[in-house]
């Protein structure tokens, strides 16, 4: 994936109104392979940013939505419901968090073969 789609990727994923954070909150199915795909433009981002000492604004907080509201999200209407998160997505959830964390730490932490 080339770095332009990923950013433009993430930043509806997390910003627009069909992003997987609104799907969320709106107790939508979040399909895992969704999920994947962010990772993967994470993956592209954290190639590309490799090394750079700052990040945009808008990608910083597209990257605060995926670590601290969708997983919120998720929660509060597994809390809501009273069923717990199936495994699948909290490992997908995970995954999600490993690569923001990457791209911090400007070293790839892989995830069950991601």
């Known amino acids: 994936m080339q770095y ?3 950013l433009r990727l993430v930043r509806e994923e997390t910003l ?5 954070v ?3 909150r709106m107790a939508d199915p979040i ?3 969704r999920l994947d795909e962010i990772v993967r433009a994470l993956r ?3 190639e590309q940013l490799k090394g750079a000492t700052t990040l945009d604004r808008e990608l910083g907080l597209s990257l605060h939505c995926l670590v601290t509201m969708l997983p919120q999200e998720v929660e509060s209407w597994a809390r809501a419901s009273r069923r717990p998160t199936p495994e699948p997505l909290r490992d997908a959830l995970i995954r999600v968090e490993m690569a923001v964390e ?3 730490l400007d070293s790839w932490v ?3 073969g991601s």
Do not use: K, L, R, Y
């Open 4 to 6: 332009e789609d990923a």
């Open 102 to 104: 990457s791209i911090f």
């Open 110 to 112: 892989g995830f069950m």
């Open 22 to 24: 609104v799907a969320a």
């Open 31 to 33: 399909e895992i392979a």
């Open 44 to 46: 592209a981002i954290f």
């Open 16 to 20: 627009g109104d069909q992003s997987v």
